[in-house]
């Protein structure tokens, strides 16, 4: 407890108060100066603390929490769409995208092009050249770009396939596939690395300008606020989100921590990679902004059977490889050498992994960096849904972080795509996350937003964890209930875990002495209610260091004295 006569900028009482430290977990009150915890404990004492002038926030009851840390999200990709481009959901039909993409057309001018998503991956699955032509009926002749769900694909229309230079004799760019019907022609559909030849086509028409990136960026960070997020990395940040994420701190507006993943190679957005981006990111450390990290990409999404998988696909139509598992994108020695590289610069590594034998590459190659480097470096694994059983105990042995992202361990759009495609055998044992945990290692929750649905809605992600069920009642069943968490060990992966898996352990992620007055308060009591409920939860205020940047409708707030 810090002494009585420690000066305080005001204090929180009449919870409950939880605040994710294992070694206090509840408390009646706590107090704030200078934007940190200066004293958690009992009600009693934490007034006693206070002078008759300072402030009092009493929580009526209402449960106040540490600020909530997502582990993977893309602020640039989401802010654009939320700020600029025309919302579509997972579960829309392809009608009823056709449909969304006139009325959006009629807003713009005849050559403007119609950018947007997110579209459900069962709606990937299955477009036709029909398709393509009612897409050019709806935009009039305008280009269209939409963003699939894993935003590792994209369809666009005929106009913008024009725009690309792509016929249907053009060949595949390497890692990608425009991908034809069996008759040869053209669906629009592009997958992995034939998505940044339509972005580039798409960028070649808008003028991005430092107003605009800031607009975006400033509307990701108000939206993560209103969820009660205050401390987020981003999962595939390039040049010009270094720069205005910087500005933004300078100018006093970033009301978040921001973990920077620096893309080693080229990847969906185009710019600069690799160590002249690091480059980049060593100049852009701010107070919030901490360019630590690199983002590595070892494989694609089941979905597009692009997954580095140990055993084969499905085979459910004629033209599929009935051996076909999927090809990494690096080769063992390289990716060590590569990693080594990053440590040497003093940088740690995100590295995305959806398949059981890419992530074992990323383990088999940590593996030789421990050794050669030691244990101080951070090593993530993006997604981690496919773990072979040998490969579990690994992550805790090698300090490996499971960043399990996006929310899909439930049945979902994304899961129904995935099903056609994985074995049931591996399939059914998806999200192995109670077993990571229980084993030691730091499971971390992340939205990956934009990608799998429209928001960063952190509280469906945490129930989820939880009933491993859908949220909505139409959708029935169940996925791999012996993964359940319960509600604490839900909350350490989206609190103290993650802020421990981006090196911030020491600044976020509790409700500690000494660190960040980060703090949200909540509707309801998440510890008490049916968890089935969980994903209603309203965050009625929201704290980041010790200010007030996220405040709900009057009327519902708790009262300040």
Same mark, same amino acid.
């Given at each position: 407890?810090?002494?009585?006569?420690?000066?305080?900028?005001?204090?929180?009482?009449?919870?409950?108060?939880?605040?994710?430290?294992?070694?206090?977990?509840?408390?009646?009150?706590?107090?704030?100066?200078?934007?940190?915890?200066?004293?958690?404990?009992?009600?009693?004492?934490?007034?006693?603390?206070?002078?008759?002038?300072?402030?009092?926030?009493?929580?009526?009851?209402?449960?106040?929490?540490?600020?909530?840390?997502?582990?993977?999200?893309?602020?640039?990709?989401?802010?654009?769409?939320?700020?600029?481009?025309?919302?579509?959901?997972?579960?829309?039909?392809?009608?009823?995208?056709?449909?969304?993409?006139?009325?959006?057309?009629?807003?713009?001018?005849?050559?403007?092009?119609?950018?947007?998503?997110?579209?459900?991956?069962?709606?990937?699955?299955?477009?036709?050249?029909?398709?393509?032509?009612?897409?050019?009926? =709806?935009?009039?002749?305008?280009?269209?770009?939409?963003?699939?769900?894993?935003?590792?694909?994209?369809?666009?229309?005929?106009?913008?396939?024009?725009?690309?230079?792509?016929?249907?004799?053009?060949?595949?760019?390497?890692?990608?596939?425009?991908?034809?019907?069996?008759?040869?022609?053209?669906?629009?559909?592009?997958?992995?690395?034939?998505?940044?030849?339509?972005?580039?086509?798409?960028?070649?028409?808008?003028?991005?300008?430092?107003?605009?990136?800031?607009?975006?960026?400033?509307?990701?960070?108000?939206?993560?606020?209103?969820?009660?997020?205050?401390?987020?990395?981003?999962?595939?940040?390039?040049?010009?989100?270094?720069?205005?994420?910087?500005?933004?701190?300078?100018?006093?507006?970033?009301?978040?921590?921001?973990?920077?993943?620096?893309?080693?190679?080229?990847?969906?957005?185009?710019?600069?990679?690799?160590?002249?981006?690091?480059?980049?990111?060593?100049?852009?450390?701010?107070?919030?902004?901490?360019?630590?990290?690199?983002?590595?990409?070892?494989?694609?999404?089941?979905?597009?059977?692009?997954?580095?998988?140990?055993?084969?696909?499905?085979?459910?139509?004629?033209?599929?490889?009935?051996?076909?598992?999927?090809?990494?994108?690096?080769?063992?020695?390289?990716?060590?050498?590569?990693?080594?590289?990053?440590?040497?610069?003093?940088?740690?590594?995100?590295?995305?992994?959806?398949?059981?034998?890419?992530?074992?590459?990323?383990?088999?190659?940590?593996?030789?960096?421990?050794?050669?480097?030691?244990?101080?470096?951070?090593?993530?694994?993006?997604?981690?849904?496919?773990?072979?059983?040998?490969?579990?105990?690994?992550?805790?042995?090698?300090?490996?972080?499971?960043?399990?992202?996006?929310?899909?361990?439930?049945?979902?759009?994304?899961?129904?795509?995935?099903?056609?495609?994985?074995?049931?055998?591996?399939?059914?044992?998806?999200?192995?996350?109670?077993?990571?945990?229980?084993?030691? =290692?730091?499971?971390?929750?992340?939205?990956?937003?934009?990608?799998?649905?429209?928001?960063?809605?952190?509280?469906?992600?945490?129930?989820?964890?939880?009933?491993?069920?859908?949220?909505?009642?139409?959708?029935?069943?169940?996925?791999?209930?012996?993964?359940?968490?319960?509600?604490?060990?839900?909350?350490?992966?989206?609190?103290?875990?993650?802020?421990?898996?981006?090196?911030?352990?020491?600044?976020?992620?509790?409700?500690?002495?000494?660190?960040?007055?980060?703090?949200?308060?909540?509707?309801?009591?998440?510890?008490?209610?049916?968890?089935?409920?969980?994903?209603?939860?309203?965050?009625?205020?929201?704290?980041?260091?010790?200010?007030?940047?996220?405040? =709900?409708?009057?009327?519902?707030?708790?009262?300040?004295?």
């Amino acid at each position: 407890m810090t002494p009585e006569n420690q000066p305080v900028g005001f204090i929180v009482i009449n919870g409950p108060v939880y605040t994710s430290d294992p070694a206090n977990e509840w408390a009646e009150a706590f107090a704030v100066a200078d934007g940190k915890i200066v004293a958690v404990g009992n009600e009693e004492a934490i007034r006693n603390m206070a002078g008759g002038a300072t402030p009092v926030i009493d929580l009526q009851g209402k449960l106040a929490m540490p600020g909530l840390v997502d582990v993977h999200a893309h602020l640039g990709l989401g802010g654009r769409q939320a700020a600029f481009e025309l919302p579509l959901l997972p579960t829309d039909s392809t009608a009823e995208i056709v449909d969304k993409v006139r009325a959006w057309a009629e807003r713009l001018a005849p050559d403007e092009w119609i950018i947007g998503g997110i579209v459900g991956s069962t709606v990937m699955d299955d477009i036709t050249v029909q398709d393509l032509k009612s897409l050019d009926e =709806a935009a009039a002749g305008r280009p269209v770009l939409l963003r699939d769900d894993s935003m590792h694909n994209r369809w666009v229309n005929s106009r913008a396939l024009e725009l690309m230079g792509v016929s249907a004799d053009s060949p595949d760019p390497e890692g990608g596939t425009y991908v034809r019907d069996d008759a040869g022609q053209l669906t629009g559909v592009l997958q992995e690395l034939a998505s940044p030849v339509g972005e580039a086509a798409a960028a070649a028409s808008i003028e991005e300008t430092p107003e605009r990136h800031a607009t975006a960026f400033r509307t990701a960070v108000e939206i993560l606020n209103g969820y009660g997020v205050t401390a987020v990395q981003e999962a595939a940040t390039m040049d010009y989100a270094l720069e205005t994420l910087a500005a933004m701190d300078h100018r006093g507006e970033l009301t978040a921590h921001v973990v920077a993943s620096m893309p080693s190679r080229p990847f969906i957005e185009p710019g600069t990679t690799g160590t002249d981006l690091y480059d980049v990111g060593s100049e852009h450390h701010t107070e919030h902004l901490h360019p630590n990290f690199a983002k590595y990409v070892l494989d694609g999404v089941p979905m597009t059977r692009t997954s580095a998988m140990l055993n084969p696909y499905l085979c459910s139509h004629r033209s599929h490889d009935p051996q076909h598992t999927g090809e990494p994108l690096w080769q063992l020695e390289d990716l060590v050498a590569s990693l080594e590289e990053l440590v040497d610069r003093g940088l740690h590594a995100k590295l995305h992994a959806t398949g059981d034998a890419a992530v074992r590459m990323v383990l088999d190659a940590v593996e030789q960096v421990r050794a050669s480097r030691g244990k101080g470096p951070l090593f993530q694994i993006a997604h981690v849904e496919y773990i072979d059983a040998a490969d579990l105990r690994r992550f805790a042995a090698l300090g490996v972080v499971p960043d399990a992202s996006p929310y899909i361990w439930f049945p979902s759009v994304i899961q129904e795509s995935i099903a056609k495609q994985i074995p049931a055998a591996v399939f059914d044992k998806s999200w192995p996350l109670r077993d990571l945990l229980l084993d030691g =290692a730091l499971v971390s929750g992340g939205s990956d937003w934009p990608c799998s649905a429209p928001t960063p809605d952190p509280w469906t992600g945490l129930e989820t964890l939880i009933t491993r069920r859908n949220p909505d009642p139409a959708v029935v069943g169940t996925l791999n209930v012996p993964q359940a968490l319960d509600v604490e060990q839900a909350v350490a992966a989206f609190t103290r875990h993650p802020a421990a898996a981006m090196g911030l352990q020491d600044r976020v992620g509790m409700l500690r002495e000494g660190l960040s007055a980060d703090f949200i308060v909540l509707d309801r009591n998440i510890f008490t209610v049916d968890p089935g409920q969980i994903h209603a939860v309203q965050v009625h205020q929201t704290w980041f260091e010790g200010r007030l940047v996220y405040e =709900a409708a009057a009327g519902q707030v708790p009262a300040v004295a």
